[in-house]
């Protein structure tokens, strides 16, 4: 009986230590700091730089699930936020140089109380004088930005609109003040604007040639009429043409949000700087979608510079040519083996391109040593090209490859009837 009690006793206390062990050890993983560590360090990671987009690993880890890395990655936004992403002191200085802008226009419409019917259209519908014609006034409203203390503010041409009557600039500290067109360049669709007054709070001028994929921006505007609003978002894109808006388009997308009315006011980044004219959205509902597009401030302030010191933007011609996209049916029409190019389909005679030796058919490739994409590149490096050179082409035509001089002129001097 007692050998039983000492064995028991000796089995007891075996069973202790050994449970003693285990909860030592499981205590130790926990408070490990290895653990712990290696998934603060990653959330702190992904939120460091404000200005910056995520880090890759992150947005990996965010596809993950179950990861710590995952787990890091559904943190960051608080993360982000307890960083300082903080807009409040850009937003609050940059508005004031953001106003709003009034312009009323004359349009002619026909006078016809028929005009809508479209049988009496078919029937009737080349014959203006039959009713006559009417003028209706019509009110286009949008944003400004402020680029000099002395009155001058870049908007957009849309904004401003054709046969201007009046136009009215509402600035931030709520003086409406009537404004005269400087000078438009619907090419760019940018148009520049002039108050009599002075002192004027100034957006200064970003370079929009080192803007980068996720930087962050604001847009400043007034859409809706809803004066001073501020939106976020990043680059979601550089260089995007062959959108519609005008003939010269190199827009920066974003997502920050842009809706009616935003037109011509501000693309800035988080250093306070403007860095875009924003212009249009693409929306299947007339509303934001995400997809916002804005005038790089580098073409802006160049335009604007031109409509102050001359009232016309001087850009380099070659005289009147219509080019369009290679399509694949026209690479195999014309013999291409690719789809890169700007087919000319139509020029004028008296044009300096048809001096040159460019025909009707030729495929133009390269321009100064520069592939050509698209139509909308070579007419990008035409207008930008200096007047008074002469730059180098090179053309397909049936097959050959044909090295023509091209001078480029002014605009105003070129010979543009067809």
Not at 252 to 275: H, K, M
Not at 315 to 340: D, K
């Amino acid at each position: 009986m007692a050998m039983r009690r000492l064995v028991m006793s000796a089995v007891l206390v075996v069973a202790g230590f050994m449970a003693g062990v285990v909860m030592t050890g499981r205590a130790h993983t926990a408070s490990n700091p290895s653990t712990s560590s290696s998934t603060s360090t990653i959330a702190s990671a992904s939120a460091a730089p404000a200005s910056a987009a995520p880090a890759p690993e992150t947005s990996q880890a965010a596809k993950g699930g179950s990861s710590p890395t995952a787990t890091a990655a559904i943190a960051a936004p608080s993360a982000i936020a307890a960083s300082g992403l903080d807009f409040t002191r850009v937003a609050g200085q940059a508005v004031k140089g953001v106003a709003n802008i009034s312009s009323l226009q004359v349009v002619r419409t026909r006078a016809s109380p028929l005009d809508n019917d479209p049988f009496f259209r078919y029937f009737f519908g080349g014959e203006d004088d039959f009713f006559g014609s009417r003028d209706r006034r019509s009110l286009s409203l949008g944003s400004g930005v402020m680029i000099s203390s002395d009155g001058y503010i870049v908007t957009n041409n849309h904004v401003v609109g054709e046969n201007v009557r009046e136009i009215t600039i509402t600035l931030p500290d709520k003086r409406e003040i009537k404004g005269k067109v400087v000078g438009t360049d619907p090419t760019t669709d940018i148009a520049l604007l002039k108050i009599p007054v002075t002192g004027l709070p100034v957006v200064p001028w970003g370079d929009s040639g080192q803007l980068k994929v996720g930087e962050w921006v604001l847009a400043i505007g007034s859409p809706f009429q809803l004066s001073q609003t501020v939106t976020a978002g990043i680059v979601s894109a550089t260089g995007r043409a062959q959108l519609g808006f005008a003939d010269y388009e190199d827009f920066v997308q974003t997502d920050a949000a842009i809706n009616p009315g935003n037109s011509g006011g501000a693309l800035i980044n988080v250093r306070g700087e403007l860095i875009g004219i924003n212009t249009g959205i693409f929306s299947e509902s007339g509303g934001y979608q995400g997809i916002g597009f804005a005038v790089p401030s580098n073409l802006a302030r160049r335009i604007a510079d031109d409509l102050m010191k001359y009232g016309e933007v001087r850009r380099g011609s070659i005289g009147y040519i219509g080019i369009e996209r290679v399509t694949p049916q026209l690479a195999e029409e014309y013999g291409l083996s690719n789809t890169n190019g700007a087919l000319v389909n139509r020029m004028s005679r008296a044009s300096e391109a048809y001096d040159a030796g460019i025909r009707p058919g030729d495929v133009i490739v390269g321009f100064n040593g520069q592939s050509i994409d698209d139509p909308s590149k070579f007419f990008r490096l035409v207008a930008d090209a200096k007047i008074g050179t002469t730059a180098a082409l090179k053309v397909l035509r049936n097959g050959r490859t044909l090295d023509l001089k091209l001078p480029i002129v002014s605009t105003s001097r070129a010979r543009r009837q067809g």
